[in-house]
């Protein structure tokens, strides 16, 4: 490990890697700093992503991919089944400790130095224009000299408040999420299923992610208002119990996912937050791995160009938000105005949606139709949900 790079990258999920690569690219020398013993693990994520994400990126690798999905099936709350096959793209559930350890090597072969147990502890502004990240490696006190540093710290990012950017989400979007990966259960290996309503999963929804060979993600997000009455761990075990009694549980996860509007303005002067850090999580279904890649690919390229011609400035840096918002946030604070709506669905209403549904030919049930019908009331909004969804 080096005392000076260009470029330091806090954080080696798939945001940071991604980060990493393109500023390695971009001809900077980068360093990537990983807290963990093991990019990739433990994994925090329900791991499902659509094929068009990620073959935006690269052809995806055999190894990254468990599961084939070709269908969903959304529950309401009393039950009735909406079977929706995908019409022209499919979707995977990843083996996220692959996917995120692959990452981090193509980082690495791109020219980025990457360190795992190296955890950052602090940052500070220097008289060299730039900042000194401090931190713990294997156990020792470091110093590094950067010019930029890229926070791709996930959820419980420090560096954008260190940095003194506003960094809080309100409570009321902020999800309690718990789930179990587990075994011994029969499930349809192609078909993701998404229970919604009070009983299952309040203001959230639970997931059933198969990963073949009778295991899945099983998992839920509820609104935080609603941990204080019952607890997401007793909604998961009670659906467990009630669904797949002879499940074995083998790794249980806990964590909270901001499904709000995008952060404004995610960078300072020789800053820049990519990812969970920055909030860039699709406000629907807490999807974020793509968003991630997404941002992080636009600051490795953005920060690789500020090196070139010496501004580090958040003037500068300001292009790396433009190029998110062209690219998806636009879209993200869309999809959180579908968000408002759909969540002031009552159970009642969204059994009635579903009978209704159900009545078309199977042709006709797409993603698309069932939130068009779910924001009947905001018929502004149809055009924003049809282009969501496009594509499934
Ligand atoms: P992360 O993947 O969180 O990576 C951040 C990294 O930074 C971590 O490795 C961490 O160890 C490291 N780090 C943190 N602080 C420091 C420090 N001080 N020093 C050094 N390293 C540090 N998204 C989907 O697309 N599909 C899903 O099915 C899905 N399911 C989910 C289910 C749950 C229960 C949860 C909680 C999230 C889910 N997500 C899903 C969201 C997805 O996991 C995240 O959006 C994605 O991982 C964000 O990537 P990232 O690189 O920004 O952050």
């Known amino acids: 490990m080096k005392n000076n790079y260009d470029i330091v990258v806090v954080g080696g999920g798939?945001?940071?890697?991604?980060?990493?690569?393109?500023?390695?690219?971009?001809?900077?020398?980068?360093?990537?700093?990983?807290?963990?013993?093991?990019?990739?693990?433990?994994?925090?994520?329900?791991?499902?992503?659509?094929?068009?994400?990620?073959?935006?990126?690269?052809?995806?690798?055999?190894?990254?991919?468990?599961?084939?999905?070709?269908?969903?099936?959304?529950?309401?709350?009393?039950?009735?089944?909406?079977?929706?096959?995908?019409?022209?793209?499919?979707?995977?559930?990843?083996?996220?400790?692959?996917?995120?350890?692959?990452?981090s090597l193509m980082a690495s072969r791109e020219g980025a130095s990457v360190f795992t147990k190296s955890y950052v502890k602090s940052i500070q502004k220097n008289h060299d224009n730039g900042y000194d990240v401090h931190l713990d490696f294997l156990g020792e006190h470091k110093v590094i000299k950067t010019k930029i540093i890229i926070g791709a710290d996930g959820i419980e990012s420090r560096v954008g408040r260190w940095a003194g950017i506003k960094t809080q989400v309100n409570m009321r979007d902020m999800e309690s999420c718990i789930q179990y990966s587990v075994g011994n259960i029969e499930v349809d290996a192609n078909?993701?299923?998404?229970?919604?309503?009070?009983?299952?999963?309040?203001?959230?929804?639970?997931?059933?992610?198969?990963?073949?060979?009778?295991?899945?993600?099983?998992?839920?997000?509820?609104?935080?208002?609603?941990?204080?009455?019952?607890?997401a761990k007793k909604y998961l075990d009670e659906f467990i119990n009630k669904k797949y009694p002879?499940?074995?549980?083998?790794?249980?996860?806990?964590?909270g996912v901001p499904c709000s509007k995008p952060m404004s303005k995610p960078i300072s002067d020789n800053i820049m937050l990519v990812g969970d850090a920055a909030h860039f999580i699709n406000p629907i279904t807490g999807g974020g791995i793509a968003a991630a890649m997404k941002s992080g690919m636009f600051a490795g390229q953005v920060a690789s160009e500020s090196i070139l011609v010496k501004d580090y400035s958040e003037l500068f840096l300001n292009k790396y938000i433009k190029l998110c918002k062209k690219d998806f946030t636009n879209r993200h604070e869309k999809i959180y105005k579908v968000k408002e709506t759909i969540q002031k669905l009552t159970d009642d209403e969204m059994n009635q949606m579903a009978t209704k549904i159900n009545k078309l030919p199977t042709h006709k049930i797409t993603l698309s139709r069932v939130f068009t019908t779910a924001i009947i009331k905001k018929p502004s909004l149809i055009i924003d949900v049809m282009k969501m969804f496009a594509g499934f």
């Not at 059933?208 to 997000?221: E, H, M, R, Y």
């Not at 002879?246 to 964590?255: K, W």
């Open 14 to 103: 798939p945001g940071g890697s991604m980060a990493a690569l393109h500023a390695s690219k971009g001809g900077a020398s980068v360093c990537l700093l990983e807290k963990t013993r093991d990019i990739g693990y433990p994994v925090r994520c329900g791991e499902a992503m659509g094929e068009h994400a990620i073959k935006q990126f690269f052809p995806p690798k055999s190894t990254w991919i468990a599961a084939d999905i070709k269908r969903s099936r959304i529950v309401a709350p009393n039950g009735v089944a909406i079977d929706i096959p995908f019409n022209k793209e499919q979707a995977y559930v990843l083996n996220r400790r692959v996917f995120d350890y692959d990452l």
């Open 191 to 231: 078909r993701i299923d998404m229970y919604v309503g009070d009983n299952w999963a309040p203001g959230g929804y639970l997931w059933v992610f198969p990963k073949g060979d009778g295991t899945a993600n099983i998992g839920l997000g509820i609104g935080a208002k609603y941990n204080k009455k019952k607890s």
């Open 246 to 255: 002879n499940a074995t549980i083998h790794t249980t996860m806990c964590g």
